[in-house]
């Protein structure tokens, strides 16, 4: 057990090295701007808004896939999964200092009106905005850490499936159905945690925020896909986690690294 653990950590400070900063930078950045814009509710009207509700977390959610889809087929799913997890580590202590910056004694530039008073009423709000983020955080720590992991594995589930395809084939369609699935998933959880419970919406509109949100983010696939395929040519092109493809998986190509990930070997 304690060399199973030893070997773990050795893999995780590879992965570290290994990964392109920009691509877990990108991972990050996407997963702490969904969780701050999922505050926020777009409007759409009142006919579509009594069956239908979306918030503005959408903006970011689809790069968090594109981001994990891109880190399966280089580096494999366990490597996808610690990715996910260092990410909502990461969300979480951003989230802290932004609660702890709500209590800092002090006032937002925004209230501040142009006759050089201050507004209190948009000083709190801002403040508890960013205090009342806990249940926030907790709907999309859950929903995003189940839904990394529906994506991951079946991403990989689907390349393997699809191996005597076309490579640019199998990776937009283990990437259309593993987000659309994924994001279903994410939306869905989030909506009955959150929205369902703080937000005041009914069960048909955390379904349908599921299944649209999914569409939405689909088509964000669609667009941006072609991008994600040529970062992981790029990437095995230029061999980058040689190292880390070594020590995990004997150094045997991420085709292989998906099948070890999936048990299947």
């Not at 983020?133 to 991951?152: D, H, P, R, T, Y």
Request: hydrophobic share 55%; aromatic share 12%; with cysteine.
């Amino acid at each position: 057990m304690t060399a199973k653990i030893g070997r773990l950590v050795q893999e995780i400070k590879l992965l570290f090295r290994s990964i392109p900063s920009i691509l877990l930078a990108f991972t990050v950045v996407a997963i702490v701007g969904m969780n701050i814009l999922a505050n926020k509710s777009i409007d759409l009207g009142e006919k579509v808004g009594s069956w239908l509700a979306l918030d503005c977390g959408i903006i970011f959610s689809w790069l968090i896939f594109l981001t994990m889809d891109v880190t399966t087929r280089r580096f494999g799913v366990k490597a996808a999964n610690i990715v996910s997890v260092f990410a909502l580590f990461a969300n979480l202590l951003f989230a802290v200092i932004l609660i702890i910056a709500s209590y800092i004694p002090g006032f937002w530039g925004l209230s501040f009106l142009d006759d050089g008073s201050i507004d209190l009423t948009v000083n709190t709000v801002l403040d508890l905005t960013f205090r009342g983020q806990w249940f926030v955080l907790l709907g999309s720590s859950v929903a995003f850490i189940v839904s990394a992991v529906v994506n991951n594995f079946l991403h990989a589930a689907l390349e393997k499936a699809m191996k005597d395809k076309k490579r640019a084939l199998a990776f937009t369609v283990s990437s259309y159905v593993s987000t659309f699935v994924a994001q279903f998933v994410d939306n869905l959880l989030f909506a009955l945690i959150v929205s369902l419970n703080f937000f005041g919406w009914t069960i048909v509109q955390c379904v349908t925020c599921a299944i649209t949100g999914a569409l939405v983010e689909l088509l964000f696939e669609v667009v941006f896909s072609p991008i994600g395929y040529r970062i992981v040519k790029h990437l095995e092109d230029d061999n980058v986690g040689k190292e880390y493809l070594e020590l995990a998986y004997g150094g045997k190509q991420n085709e292989t690294a998906q099948s070890v990930d999936l048990g299947n070997e």
